[in-house]
């Protein structure tokens, strides 16, 4: 069993629009949850990092954290075309080391 | 002003040579990672120090040797290169490890390429 999971895609968005991307893990211990965005030849770079249940606001992007349901969620408002990337969501479990588990990413693409 | 540079970022050889990728940052963070990105964009820890000292070695073929002179450098030393290690690696580095709400900041990658 994978232990972080999110849909590949494409997933299709009109600009303006809402992109709803979902992130499951398997392993409760989990600590901490991040949301990496990569464009296509580059490296991974930081959107957003979220730790407490609940909902995690900054800018245009909105984090959702159930540790219950063992997931998380990037929201991104009014989608522009720049949004077109792969987002990878990652997951710490703690235990002293700082590593970083991180799902196979999903495709978005904000079309005009 | 580059946070985590690598060097080469190109590298283009053939099966059965030894290569190294270098590594180095400058945030003064204690922590750098080596990270593999296959082809279908899965990225997978490879090994992580902490001050010069290694502390996560996942299972990754004993061709791969990482070393670390200092905090700031980390690099990857790969002998006898097969054509499953065409890739793209990824340096990374944190403030501290330990603490599981650090954000890890990624290099520009080094895209190796075995024929």
């Known amino acids: 069993q994978k232990e972080v999971e999110q849909n590949s895609g494409p997933l299709s968005v009109p600009e303006g629009a809402i992109a709803s991307l979902n992130c499951t893990y398997s392993?409760?211990?989990?600590?901490?949850f991040f949301w990496y965005r990569q464009y296509s030849g580059k490296s991974p770079e930081l959107i957003m990092s979220?730790?407490?249940?609940g909902d995690k606001e900054d800018g245009r992007f909105t984090a959702q954290l159930n540790k219950a349901s063992q997931y998380v969620s990037l929201l991104i408002r009014d989608s522009q075309p720049s949004d077109s990337a792969t987002y990878l969501c990652?997951?710490?479990?703690?235990?002293?080391?700082?590593?970083?588990?991180f799902g196979a990413g999903t495709r978005l693409a904000v079309h005009p | 002003d580059t946070a985590v540079s690598q060097t080469p970022k190109y590298l283009v050889t053939q099966m059965g040579n030894d290569k190294s990728i270098k590594c180095e940052q400058n945030?003064?963070?204690?922590?750098m990672y080596w990270y593999k990105q296959d082809s279908k964009k899965f990225l997978k820890i490879m090994f992580s120090?902490?001050?010069?000292?290694?502390?996560i070695n996942e299972t990754v073929p004993n061709r791969f040797s990482p070393k670390s002179p200092d905090k700031a450098h980390l690099n990857l030393h790969i002998n006898s290169l097969e054509l499953g290690d065409s890739a793209v690696y990824f340096c990374?580095?944190?403030?501290?490890?330990?603490?599981?709400?650090?954000?890890?900041?990624f290099g520009p990658g080094t895209r190796l390429l075995v024929l």
């Open positions: 392993d409760r211990v989990s600590q901490s």
């Open positions: 979220i730790y407490s249940n």
């Open positions: 990374a580095s944190s403030r501290v490890t330990g603490a599981a709400q650090e954000t890890q900041y």
């Open positions: 120090y902490n001050n010069k000292e290694l502390i």
């Open positions: 945030l003064g963070h204690d922590t």
């Open positions: 990652a997951v710490n479990l703690g235990g002293g080391y700082n590593k970083l588990i």
